[in-house]
């Protein structure tokens, strides 16, 4: 995802950080923004970009927000999220990872509550995640 964070949005590769010890999405957040904090020593807001793919860019923005917003006090940071997905050429694929993902979402929230504990966001953020992926099923027909 790095090589496609600099060849098709133009980040900047030094300023991309990978994180290599998560298992799993909620992890790759957990750790991920844990560095991040150690990082930064500023008071100003940080802009983050999270290249995924298009079919797993919304529940990439649900678990991003969660994750976030569940960090620990002592470890506060600002961050403003963006999520920048990479364009999922083949039609059929697409589709039914766009429908996997949908079905995912929905269980999403007590997954992170259960396995995680992380308290549930507002749901504004259950239904822009929502709507990113029936924004995503509309192109891909």
Do not use: W
């Amino acid at each position: 995802m790095s090589q496609i964070a600099v060849e098709e949005f133009n980040a900047d590769s030094t300023k991309i950080v990978l994180e290599n010890k998560a298992r799993n999405t909620v992890q790759n957040f957990q750790y991920g923004f844990e560095i991040i904090a150690q990082l930064c020593k500023s008071n100003f807001a940080v802009v983050v970009t999270i290249v995924t793919s298009d079919y797993h860019a919304a529940r990439t923005f649900y678990v991003a927000h969660s994750v976030l917003r569940n960090m620990p006090s002592h470890r506060p940071l600002e961050l403003q999220l963006e999520v920048a997905s990479a364009f999922t050429e083949d039609r059929e694929f697409r589709h039914k990872k766009l429908s996997d993902e949908e079905a995912k979402l929905e269980s999403t929230v007590g997954y992170l509550l259960n396995k995680y504990h992380l308290k549930p966001l507002p749901q504004n953020y259950f239904l822009t995640a929502l709507s990113m992926i029936e924004n995503e099923n509309r192109r891909s027909r």
